[in-house]
Nanobody, 115 residues
Framework: QVQLVESGGGLVPPGGSLRLSCASS????????MGWYRQAPGKQRELVAT???????SYADSTKGRFTISRDNAKNTVYLQMNSLKTEDTAVYYC?????????WGQGTQVTVSS
């Protein structure tokens, strides 16, 4: 059973930064891609950023230039560095991993941007 465990969420004022971590119980080379998604209250879950096994990244337009996704293969962990946070970034952030069509999700971590 693959487990993805997110951490690093919290309360931060507008303009602040946070770094989220997603630790995998499986070697992350086993996954075709990994990514971060978020879901705000009353809204659908949306893509934030992805990184594939080759290290190629992609971002939602709303996070481009502010967020950076990266991976540490030795630690089986994917990170999301979030800078210049806005109130509209408030959401539960989920880690997702895809392995040949099988999708795994973490339990989510709350990010609240508020003064």
């Amino acid at each position: 059973q693959v487990q993805l465990v997110e951490s690093g969420g919290g309360l931060v004022p507008p303009g602040g930064s946070l770094r989220l971590s997603c630790a995998s119980s499986l070697n992350i080379f086993e996954f075709n891609s990994m990514g971060w998604y978020r879901q705000a209250p009353g809204k659908q879950r949306e893509l934030v950023a992805t990184i594939n096994v080759g290290g190629v990244t992609s971002y939602a337009d709303s996070t481009k230039g502010r967020f950076t996704i990266s991976r540490d293969n030795a630690k089986n962990t994917v990170y999301l560095q979030m800078n210049s946070l806005k109130t509209e970034d408030t959401a539960v952030y989920y880690c997702k991993a895809t392995d040949r069509g099988t999708v795994y999700w973490g339990q989510g971590t709350q990010v609240t941007v508020s003064s």
